[in-house]
């Protein structure tokens, strides 16, 4: 589903037959984005997106997961360095040390539970789900709720309920209720946070632990949104736990 479709959508959903209450946000000027979070609809429709995704992925949900292979630098890795939105972590599921084609899991650790830093560039495989964010994007442009990394994944199922979200942040006015929709959100919700994984992921018998790493098991990653040591925001870094007699 694209920008445009989505805000006409929500606006089906609303009680605003001549668009008193929520006019849509006018047509940019090209190159710059359609999407306005200033206007009232554009601005339900990414909370509502940032709410459903939430829910969703803490609820053990994994459609929008991204597996992506970064480099530290001084230890460190930031998700906002160079790059444009959507680059805000929500998620980070898990974290790997590469060494070259063999990828061993870490284990995280908090910011204040931090033994020995790494100033050294090490390759990381990270599995996450991005903050969704909408800004750049233009009427035609598909929603992405977890980055723009590959081809977009539809989920029609899940769009609705983003939709009818929305629409709920819009619609109450002098303590209104409307039933319907709280039905069709409960409805939405209930069915997406009980999707299967697809496909099922099925561990085949075999050794556990087969693929270890003396290396890779002294080294812990943890995460902190603004790093005044390294000056940047959204770091990943990682580091090695003190071991005594080395």
Known sequence: MNLGQAREQIVTMLDDPDGQRWALAPPAIPPAPDFDPSNEVDLALQSAAVECVSLYTHSGGDFFDVVQEVQTTNGTF?????TTPPNIPLFIKAVSLKDGRNNYRLHATREQDIEVDVDTARGLRVRMV???DF???AVGDELTYSGSIGATLSWSMFDQWVLSVAAQHLTPKENVANAQLDQRIA????S???AP???????????RNSNYSVDAALYRWSYVA???IAGQTC??????ISVRGW
Request: glycine share 8%; proline share 11%; hydrophobic share 35%.
């Open 197 to 207: 994984e697809m496909p099922t992921t099925v561990t085949f018998p075999g050794p």
């Open 135 to 137: 800004s750049g994007l």
């Open 130 to 132: 991005y903050v969704p």
């Open 226 to 228: 603004r790093d005044a």
């Open 78 to 82: 930031s998700f906002t360095a160079g």
């Open 235 to 240: 770091c990943l870094r990682i580091h090695r």
């Open 192 to 194: 997406c946070l009980k």
């Open 187 to 190: 409805m939405l919700q209930n």
